[in-house]
């Protein structure tokens, strides 16, 4: 793993499409940028941010969320997440993230991803199918 500097940046924009509305994700019945699609984008925003530092085989996954979304945004806008590293404790990144449509904040809070190998990762998951295969539930 290559040093990740505090303050490291990323940030990921979308358009608000009919498929990111939260009546299209089953999220609510509204016409508007959906909750679970503003967390895939401070999510991808923070992927952002480290992509440039990982080594060969490495990668980072998400382990924890807490976001308010704060504002409601309507098909046509933009939505950008931006996330800075606040803290690195060795596997574990912790990012400040926002969220804005050009208008207003419509997204704040934090979110945590932990560096792993990759290979060692999926195949670790892996071994589920085989114990699940072995349950007689």
């Known amino acids: 793993m290559k040093h990740i500097p505090i303050g490291t940046k990323g940030s990921k924009t979308r358009k608000v499409t009919a498929d990111t509305l939260a009546s299209a994700t089953g999220s609510g019945t509204v016409d508007v940028f959906s909750t679970p699609n503003l967390v895939l984008l401070m999510e991808e925003a923070a992927v952002e941010a480290v992509k440039d530092y990982l080594e060969d085989g490495e990668t980072t996954v998400g382990t924890m969320v807490n976001i308010r979304h704060l504002a409601a945004t309507p098909p046509g ?61």
């Open 77 to 137: 806008l933009s939505v950008t997440a931006d996330a800075v590293l606040t803290y690195v404790d060795g596997r574990k990144l912790v990012f400040e993230v926002t969220a804005h449509d050009g208008v207003e904040t419509v997204g704040e809070g934090t979110h945590e991803r932990f560096l792993v190998n990759q290979a060692k990762f999926t195949e670790k998951s892996l071994r589920k199918t085989v114990i699940h295969k072995d349950c007689h539930i």
